[in-house]
């Protein structure tokens, strides 16, 4: 991989020094930093790393759901996966959420491909981005009632009746 | 053809049998509106993945579909009379997939190519239809993730088959109406009647 024009760690001081406390949480898995917000203020944060003169965040990779049944009060986490183009380096911002209220704001203002992105993550983890122009399924079946990638859903087609647990060791 | 014998003398002088002349054969009209049938299937492919492919393939001059009279791929449902579903059915696709059986006129047969039509294959999800006979009747069948070319000839020969030995009867019938209503289908054929 060819080098960064900024680390990890002036990406962190940069955050802190602006967000303080905020910055709840750091790490470095595989050398990406990822850091933790409170889900109030995930617009803010992710609209500082884009606007900065220094960080230049200007493209949004992803945004993705994670389900941890067992962290009670803190269940569901949006992660969103930022990429400076510029300055040729990557980090995650976290931010996790109630799974009776899950509810972040929209980054669709600061990035039109967050429009698509949020649509999916509402449509497999019920994440209300609020805000968002046009929040409606988008991949599965309008008639789902459901949220299929919360862990208490079973992956498999509950109708199916071929298959014998049996056999597939199960 | 009804042989015709014109005995000829030749110069050895032993009259041999040629035939000529029109002819005529006997034969029902269901056999030979089956076989006119049977040999002349405008096939609609419904590929959705990996089956297409090899759906693809059986097209290609190698293994030539042409050769059964399928010269032609209708992609207007309304002039097609078998409907080729090679490839997985998401559900989100069901209504389209009965949408374009319903737009196909009678006589039609239906042919579903490789395990993930026919039954959802290993996709054993949420997100995807377990066997499309549980949205739209199916003739045949065909194994394989993906099948063989020679595979999709098979079957598509024994739609032929099907074609071909079919009693000008059953569209009207009540067993084919049971069948349809079966699947919530509207049967117009019968209405006309």
């Known amino acids: 991989?060819?080098?960064?024009?900024?680390?990890?760690?002036?990406?962190?001081?940069?955050?802190?020094?602006?967000?303080?406390?905020?910055?709840?949480?750091?790490?470095?898995?595989?050398?990406?930093?990822?850091?933790?917000?409170?889900?109030?203020?995930?617009?803010?944060?992710?609209?500082?790393?884009?606007?900065?003169?220094?960080?230049k965040m200007n493209y949004l990779t992803n945004i993705a759901?994670?389900?941890?049944?067992?962290?009670?009060?803190?269940?569901?986490?949006?992660?969103?996966?930022?990429?400076?183009?510029?300055?040729?380096?990557?980090?995650?911002?976290?931010?996790?959420?109630?799974?009776?209220?899950?509810?972040?704001?929209?980054?669709?203002?600061?990035?039109?491909?967050?429009?698509?992105?949020?649509?999916?993550?509402?449509?497999?983890?019920?994440?209300?981005?609020?805000g968002h122009p046009n929040l409606k399924k988008i991949l599965n079946m309008e008639e789902q009632d459901y949220f299929p990638m919360r862990k208490e859903y079973p992956l498999e087609d509950p109708t199916r009746e071929d298959k014998d647990n049996r056999f597939f060791g199960r | 053809m009804g042989k015709v014998n014109?005995?000829?003398?030749?110069?050895?002088?032993?009259?041999?049998?040629?035939?000529?002349?029109?002819?005529?054969?006997?034969?029902?009209?269901?056999?030979?509106?089956?076989?006119?049938?049977?040999?002349?299937?405008?096939?609609?492919?419904?590929?959705?993945?990996?089956?297409g492919i090899a759906y693809m393939a059986t097209m290609g001059p190698n293994y030539d579909l042409a050769r059964f009279g399928m010269e032609r791929m209708s992609f207007s449902p309304r002039q097609a009379d078998l409907l080729i579903v090679a490839g997985t059915i998401a559900k989100k696709l069901v209504p389209v997939l009965r949408q374009v059986y319903e737009q196909m006129a009678e006589p039609k047969w239906v042919l579903s190519v490789g395990a993930c039509a026919s039954s959802g294959g290993f996709f054993d999800t949420y997100s995807v239809l377990q066997g499309?006979?549980?949205?739209?009747?199916?003739?045949?069948?065909?194994?394989?993730?993906?099948?063989?070319?020679?595979?999709?000839?098979?079957?598509?020969?024994?739609?032929?088959?099907?074609?071909?030995?079919?009693?000008?009867r059953r569209r009207y019938s009540e067993e084919y109406k049971h069948l349809l209503s079966k699947y919530n289908i509207e049967n117009d054929i019968n209405e006309q009647k």
Request: hydrophobic share 35%; with cysteine.
């Open chain 1, 65 to 130: 759901g994670i389900h941890y049944p067992e962290d009670k009060g803190k269940e569901l986490v949006v992660v969103y996966q930022l990429h400076s183009l510029v300055n040729n380096i990557r980090m995650r911002v976290k931010a996790t959420l109630p799974i009776e209220k899950p509810e972040v704001q929209t980054i669709t203002d600061l990035y039109s491909g967050a429009n698509w992105m949020e649509r999916e993550t509402y449509d497999f983890f019920g994440i209300i981005f609020k």
């Open chain 2, 132 to 168: 499309i006979d549980r949205v739209i009747p199916v003739d045949v069948y065909v194994p394989g993730c993906p099948p063989r070319p020679e595979q999709i000839l098979d079957g598509v020969m024994n739609i032929q088959k099907l074609a071909k030995s079919e009693s000008l």
């Open chain 2, 6 to 51: 014109v005995t000829v003398e030749t110069e050895s002088g032993v009259p041999t049998y040629s035939y000529a002349g029109g002819g005529f054969k006997l034969t029902k009209l269901d056999k030979i509106i089956g076989a006119a049938r049977a040999n002349s299937l405008w096939p609609l492919p419904f590929a959705t993945s990996c089956c």
């Open chain 1, 1 to 55: 991989m060819s080098k960064s024009k900024i680390t990890n760690e002036q990406l962190l001081s940069e955050l802190q020094a602006k967000f303080g406390d905020a910055i709840l949480q750091s790490s470095q898995p595989y050398g990406m930093l990822n850091v933790y917000v409170p889900a109030d203020r995930t617009h803010e944060v992710v609209e500082f790393l884009q606007k900065s003169e220094t960080l």
